[in-house]
């Protein structure tokens, strides 16, 4: 079993920027992504990177907004979520996810919540003036 550990939520006025951490123990390696519930909305997929290449993408309503990134010691992995010109739309609850199994790529993984089998406990962003 994989624990993944999240940090970083909080509240912020709209324009601001939060990050989000996320830890994953061991050596494995691991498709990763960050997934967002906003209030009275199923469970999206935010921004992806994969195991190998390092391949990102992104929701559209936050590229350019957004940047996922990795860091890999040997205690495990360290998943960023850099958040830039957040909106009172990003306000939701955002979890952490891996999976070592990602065959269909990361896009196609971002879009299936379901393909990933190790999740975070959730860390809440509010974005509100």
């Known amino acids: 079993q994989v624990h993944l550990v999240e940090s970083g939520g909080g509240s912020v006025q709209p324009g601001g920027s939060l990050r989000l951490s996320c830890v994953a123990p061991g050596n494995s390696p691991y498709c990763m992504a960050w997934f967002r519930q906003l209030p009275g909305r199923e469970r999206e997929g935010v921004a992806g990177?994969?195991?190998?290449?390092?391949?990102?993408?992104?929701l559209p309503s936050v590229k350019f907004r957004f940047t996922i990134s990795r860091s890999r010691d040997i205690d495990g992995t360290t998943l960023y979520l850099q958040m830039n010109s957040l909106k009172p739309e990003d306000t939701g609850v955002y979890f952490c996810?891996?999976?070592?199994?990602?065959?269909?790529?990361?896009?196609?993984?971002?879009?299936?919540?379901?393909?990933?089998?190790?999740w975070g406990q959730g860390t809440q962003v509010t974005v509100s003036s």
């Open positions: 990177i994969s195991r190998a290449s390092g391949t990102t993408d992104y």
């Open positions: 996810a891996a999976t070592t199994v990602c065959t269909e790529g990361i896009a196609a993984a971002l879009r299936n919540p379901n393909t990933f089998n190790y």
